[in-house]
């Protein structure tokens, strides 16, 4: 839909009154988390979006404490559900339960009956498990028994993988790693951060309380001006580009790639990669997506869509370095 500048520059001032939750959140959470700040912007861009974020990381980088303040921080329900090998799908969904006295069944919800849920190491759970949060994070719903359940909006499953240990863990299946919006790869934090951390942790003796600062509506509302951002269709040819180049780098001059890519990215990689850039712009209250938005969301989008043969492996190149190629290559609008 075409669009007028004056259209762009109501929509401008419509944004620019309605983030204004995005800086208290961060000004929130920089109470209790020191650094990250590329992780707390990745959680609202999925949060905005309508997404789920795979986090990847080792143990102690803050992503249970980044989550868990953030819904803190807009007064939303918070679940933390940690992936077993012996876990069932009614732990995760919740169950029908027998009252003796009343001689019927009775519904008992589980943990996923939340705004904010957090899979601590998913892939400890085998596929039953994974099938059941599948429905969740794809439907917005929950089947118990007969009776198919809503999941209150907003809603965001968070879930981490410890890429160290894999020993009695379930690879996922990539029908449902394609299902995450965005994957993180969380790094160590840098000297100073962590003298910052060593400093709030054993100095103070009481944890800092994370205030409401943004309310579910405030975010409701931001989800519906993130769809309206504007989308030129250069910015839309340039977000095919990148993805087409995924499943056919020969044709894009890249055909040192083409040993080295399994399969590309899905659909899904380019709607996601259109509503990460839309809800960037958005934190940066534009009204508008420009091709940076695209290019500095475009390895979380596309990191878990992009598989690598063998040949990639034996070379040890990794799939940010075939993203950074494609970056390097497609022409920017």
């Known amino acids: 839909m075409l669009q007028t500048a004056e259209d762009i520059r109501l929509l401008n001032e419509k944004i620019n009154d309605a983030a204004g939750f995005v800086t208290r959140i961060n ?6 988390i020191v650094g ?27 992503k249970t404490l980044a989550i868990k303040s953030l819904a803190q921080s807009i007064k939303a329900n918070f679940s933390r559900i940690q992936f077993t090998p012996d876990l069932l799908p009614a732990d995760v969904v919740g169950t029908m339960i027998y009252n003796q006295g009343k001689n019927e069944f009775y519904v008992r ?19 039953k498990v994974q099938s059941a949060l599948l429905e969740a994070m794809q439907e917005r719903q929950v089947t118990i028994g007969d009776t198919s ?5 907003p809603f965001l499953v968070l879930a981490t993988q410890n890429p160290i240990e894999q020993e ?11 299902r995450f919006m965005l994957k993180l790869v969380i790094d160590y934090p840098s000297k100073t951060e962590e003298q910052m951390i060593i400093r709030q942790n054993t100095q103070e003796l009481s944890f800092k309380t994370i205030n409401q600062v943004a309310s579910t509506q405030e975010i409701l509302t931001a989800k519906e001006l993130v769809r309206q951002v504007y989308l030129d269709e250069k910015v839309e040819h340039y977000i095919l580009d990148i993805v087409f180049a995924t499943r056919f780098p020969d044709k894009y001059n890249l055909s040192k790639l083409k040993p ?4 590309g990215g899905s659909p899904r990689a380019s709607i996601n990669l259109a509503l990460a850039a839309k809800a960037y712009a958005f934190l940066n209250k534009r009204g ?4 940076e938005d695209v290019r500095s969301i475009c390895k979380d989008v596309l990191r878990h869509r992009i598989g690598l043969t063998y040949e990639a492996e034996a070379e040890n190149v990794n799939a940010e370095q075939v993203i950074n190629e494609i970056l390097r290559v497609v022409n920017v609008p």
């Open 27 to 32: 000004d929130e959470l920089g109470k209790v």
């Open 36 to 62: 990250q700040h590329g992780m707390i912007e990745r959680l609202l861009i999925g949060l905005l979006s309508n997404g789920h974020v795979l986090l990847e990381g080792v143990p102690g980088l803050a």
């Open 109 to 127: 919800k589980g943990p996923i009956f939340s705004n904010f849920i957090l899979a601590d190491e998913i892939n400890r759970a085998p596929a």
């Open 149 to 153: 359940y809503k999941l209150d909006e």
């Open 168 to 178: 009695g863990t379930y690879p996922l299946p990539e029908a449902q790693v394609d």
């Open 260 to 263: 080295l890519i399994s399969f």
């Open 288 to 291: 508008y997506v420009i091709p």
